[in-house]
């Protein structure tokens, strides 16, 4: 069966700080992956989505920036956290069938103080 | 830009009781999503309705796709303090087959 995985959970970071969220899905090949950003919990904002190894498409511009060095790897970085990337950040993968069906990780809780 | 606007907002009701929360939005989608999302963890898909006018029964979930394509509805019977969570609605942006756009969600109490 496939599973999804996010780390870390939790993270409290200062202004400025590097940032670094992981994402990994296993038991499937070739997924589109996508990262969501949650705020105060309520609506989901996508961020980036990925079709394939190295293939990135940016929905917001933004201080985020992604990577999908492997299949089933993907990674939301940025080089100097600022106060409003706050929030609670999703992965997700879909099997790109055209379903748009989408399996989410269990999110990573940012602070930025 | 398509929007998908949900309401209530907020719903706090007693154990037992119905409720219905929609989905609507101005734009034609070729399919809707309904996911229910607990505190600290990531949005858990319920159903996916396709075709307009469409009724699809989960349990004492019953969701409907309205005719035209552009709202939803959910009705929950009998409600259970398991049901508690964010209720959020989801469908194809601009007709793309990658990118998902959600509502706001219902943020739903169900007290025992």
């Known amino acids: 069966s496939q599973t999804i995985h996010q780390w870390p959970a939790t993270l409290v970071q200062p202004v400025g700080s590097p940032l670094s969220l992981e994402c990994t899905v296993e038991g499937t090949s070739n997924p589109n992956l996508y990262w969501y950003r949650q705020a105060a919990g309520r609506g989901l904002q996508l961020l980036f989505y990925s079709v394939g190894i190295g293939q990135i498409s940016s929905e917001v511009p933004q201080n985020l920036s992604a990577s999908r060095p492997q299949d089933r790897q993907f990674i939301l970085s940025s080089k100097k956290l600022l106060l409003s990337d706050s929030g609670f950040y999703l992965c997700?993968?879909?099997?790109?069938?055209?379903?748009?069906?989408?399996?989410f990780g269990a999110g990573s809780r940012l602070t930025v103080l | 830009t398509q929007l998908l606007e949900q309401s209530p907002q907020f719903l706090s009701i007693q154990e037992g009781e119905n409720l219905t929360v929609y989905c609507n939005s101005s734009?034609?989608?070729?399919?809707l999503q309904w996911y229910r999302q607990e505190p600290g963890e990531g949005p858990v898909l319920l159903v996916t309705?396709?075709?307009?006018?469409e009724v699809k029964k989960l349990k004492r979930l019953t969701f409907q796709f309205g005719d035209a394509r552009k709202d939803s509805s959910l009705h929950i019977t009998a409600a259970q303090p398991g049901d508690t969570g964010l209720y959020l609605c989801?469908?194809?942006?601009?007709?793309?087959?990658?990118?998902?756009?959600f509502g706001k969600g219902t943020l739903l109490t169900v007290n025992p």
């Open positions: 989801a469908g194809p942006k601009g007709g793309s087959n990658y990118k998902l756009t």
């Open positions: 734009s034609v989608f070729s399919s």
């Open positions: 309705v396709v075709t307009g006018g």
């Open positions: 997700a993968w879909e099997t790109g069938s055209g379903a748009n069906v989408l399996t």
